[in-house]
T-cell receptor, first 114, second 113 residues
Framework: DGGITQSPKYLFRKEGQNVTLSCEQNLNHDAMYWYRQDPGQGLRLIYYSQIVNDFQKGDIAEGYSVSREKKESFPLTVTSAQKNPTAFYLC?????????????FGPGTRLTVL | QKEVEQDPGPLSVPEGAIVSLNCTYSNSAFQYFMWYRQYSRKGPELLMYTYSSGNKEDGRFTAQVDKSSKYISLFIRDSQPSDSATYLCAMSELNTGANNLFFGTGTRLTVIP
């Protein structure tokens, strides 16, 4: 089956710890994205990558880091510098070079800081 | 002013009702309009998309775009409890490649049996 997978589904972090969220896609999409979703605030873009070994900051990149070593993988690290990391994290991908670039989403990871 | 405005609701309707969900936007260059459906604790799934103005129908769902008013709508006919979800609108200009989507905040819909 083609699609986007995220793991884990639920993640608990102690304050001061870094954690890494996994995102994998087998859609052969060039572009990948990380969003954060909080109640009443919609989707906020953290980072995006249009091609392997390149990525750009989104609107709320502080306290997060990413890598794009492979086309199919775009892991997100939530660092201890992120002051309020408890949220629902969504990964998405798109073809990346079309006139209209529809994004497809993974199932999400819910991160809770204890 | 946000690029895309969407009433967060919540919206509760009885089963069988016609539901109207709406977004307004400020960028007249937006040409491509999408609706995503997001069930609780799940990722958004693409429901419908339309290009430029006009209507598009898919089963019980109709997407409508009024570019002159910068207003888009999603209508759900004969609403079902399984339609209970958050609906997000998204839109973009053309020819801008990746990272060109602007999302509304979502409207939470509950269909009561």
């Amino acid at each position: 089956d083609g699609g986007i997978t995220q793991s884990p589904k639920y993640l608990f972090r102690k304050e001061g710890q870094n954690v890494t969220l996994s995102c994998e896609q087998n859609l052969n999409h060039d572009a990948m994205y990380w969003y954060r979703q909080d109640p009443g605030q919609g989707l906020r873009l953290i980072y995006y990558s249009q091609i392997v070994n390149d990525f750009q900051k989104g609107d709320i990149a502080e306290g997060y880091s990413v890598s794009r070593e492979k086309k199919e993988s775009f892991p997100l690290t939530v660092t201890s510098a992120q002051k309020n990391p408890t949220a629902f994290y969504l990964c998405a991908s798109s073809i990346g070079d079309r006139d209209v670039d529809t994004q497809y989403f993974g199932p999400g990871t819910r991160l809770t800081v204890l | 002013q946000k690029e895309v405005e969407q009433d967060p609701g919540p919206l509760s309707v009885p089963e069988g009702a016609i539901v109207s969900l709406n977004c307004t936007y400020s960028n007249s260059a937006f040409q491509y309009f999408m609706w995503y459906r997001q069930y609780s604790r799940k990722g958004p799934e693409l429901l419908m998309y339309t290009y430029s103005s006009g209507n598009k129908e898919d089963g019980r769902f109709t997407a409508q775009v009024d570019k002159s008013s910068k207003y888009i709508s999603l209508f759900i006919r004969d609403s079902q409890p399984s339609d209970s979800a958050t609906y997000l609108c998204a839109m973009s200009e053309l020819n801008t490649g990746a990272n060109n989507l602007f999302f509304g905040t979502g409207t939470r819909l509950t269909v009561i049996p």
